[in-house]
Each structure stands twice: as structure tokens, then as C-alpha cells.
T-cell receptor
Framework: QQQVKQSPQSLIVQKGGISIINCAYE??????FPWYQQFPGKGPALLIA?????SEKKEGRFTISFNKSAKQFSLHIMDSQPGDSATYFC????????????FGTGTQLKVEL | DGGITQSPKYLFRKEGQNVTLSCEQN?????MYWYRQDPGQGLRLIYY???????QKGDIAEGYSVSREKKESFPLTVTSAQKNPTAFYLC????????????FGPGTRLLVL
């Protein structure tokens, strides 16, 4: 049972544009929602994370929007750059469940010049 | 230099052979995790350990075994019972605390000869 659904699978954005990746979850016990960035052949690196008590969190060009009632959250990358080309994973965890992360299937982002 | 190290970077397994992947962290983190990554499937949890000498199965533990004899080490053995071991294996660790995030190592790519 896939508990975190991520879309789109792949995304092409022009330099300077906005990249938007969406995730939806089913388990209402989830209480922590991180986004990871992964370059080919490397381990994922934490990008930004949000808790369900806030609706938005911004760090530089990266923003998470969170809709608790809809059980959805999204990553927005403003002013996308070629260096942002990577695979992005959303995830969710339940603090009472060993903080096990359930990952989405990933979005391959390509930022073109 | 603090961080998570995984070795080897590439590992080749022959049919019927057990192989062990190393994961070491010097972050003094309490919890450690093993994930398997396959193309298009995101990361799936194999095993996790919240304290020394204790570990729990994740979603896809069949064909794998682990030990946690030291806080800084969490080796993963891929046994001959794992019929499809070719994948990218990622180790992560986390400090105790309700919403502390997981930090990932660089990964080991396992290939079957």
C-alpha cells in the first residue's frame, strides 16, 4: 500500500521558472514531512521539512505548502536553476512509529537553459 | 569530519553468496536505518534500529539481516535468500527526538554477477 503519492514523475522547467512537485498522503498519523534532493549516484540530502501545524515554510528559493485537510503538500522551487536538476523525494513519518520515513516515488527535475 | 560512511561504493555478489554492507556514523545518533532504492520506486525501508542491540523489520526485510552491536555501526547482510538484490542501498541515521530528520550516507550499489 503506497501511503505517499508523488507527482509528476518527471518535470522539465526553463531556467528562472517555478518548479512544482506535489505529494498526497493517506495516514493521518504522519506528523513530519521532509523533502529530499538526490543527485545521481549520491545519497538523498534533506532540503526542507514541515510539520502539520503550519501551512507554509520557506527557505531561500524553496517553499513547502501544506494542506492538512486535503492531506497534500507540495514543493515549490522559485527561480529554478540548472543546478537544481536532480531527483526530489517527498516523505512522511510518524514520530510515534520509530520515525520511519515513507517515501514518494520521486520526481526527476530537469532545468533547461 | 562528521558524517555517515558506507562501504564499499560498489559490491558484486555471486549467486548463493551472502554479502555485508557497512554503515558507520560518527554523529552520535541513536537510530539507524537501511533503505533499498530501485528505479521508479523511491526508497523502501529494510530494517531500522533505535538503540544498540535492538532492531526492527521494515517493509521489505525478507532476505536481509542486520546487527547493532555498537552505536556507530549498523551492517546489513544481503543473504542468498534475497533473489533480486541488485539495487542502491542507503543507510541513514537520526538523533533521538520526536521530529529529528534522517541523514543519509552516500550509498552502496550492489550488482549480481
Amino acid at each position: 500500500q503506497q501511503q505517499v503519492k508523488q507527482s509528476p514523475q518527471s518535470l522539465i522547467v526553463q531556467k528562472g521558472g517555478i518548479s512544482i512537485i506535489n505529494c498526497a498522503y493517506e495516514n493521518t498519523a504522519f506528523d513530519y514531512f521532509p523533502w529530499y534532493q538526490q543527485f545521481p549516484g549520491k545519497g538523498p540530502a534533506l532540503l526542507i521539512a514541515i510539520r502539520p501545524d503550519v501551512s507554509e515554510k520557506k527557505e531561500g528559493r524553496f517553499t513547502i505548502s501544506f494542506n492538512k485537510s486535503a492531506k497534500q503538500f507540495s514543493l515549490h522551487i522559485m527561480d529554478s536553476q540548472p543546478g537544481d536538476s536532480a531527483t526530489y523525494f517527498c516523505a512522511a513519518s510518524n514520530g510515534g512509529g520509530g520515525n520511519k520515513l515513507t517515501f514518494g516515488t520521486g520526481t526527476q527535475l530537469k532545468v533547461e537553459l | 569530519d562528521g558524517g555517515i560512511t558506507q562501504s564499499p561504493k560498489y559490491l558484486f555478489r555471486k549467486e548463493g553468496q551472502n554479502v555485508t554492507l557497512s554503515c558507520e556514523q560518527n554523529l552520535n545518533h541513536d537510530a539507524m536505518y537501511w533503505y533499498r532504492q530501485d528505479p521508479g520506486q523511491g526508497l523502501r525501508l529494510i530494517y531500522y534500529s533505535q538503540i544498540v542491540n535492538d532492531f526492527q523489520k521494515g517493509d521489505i526485510a525478507e532476505g536481509y539481516s542486520v546487527s547493532r552491536e555498537k552505536k556507530e555501526s549498523f551492517p546489513l547482510t544481503v543473504t542468498s535468500a534475497q533473489k533480486n538484490p541488485t539495487a542502491f542501498y542507503l543507510c541513514a541515521s537520526r538523533q533521538a527526538g520526536a521530529l529529528e530528520t534522517q541523514y543519509f550516507g552516500p550509498g552502496t550499489r550492489l550488482l549480481v554477477l
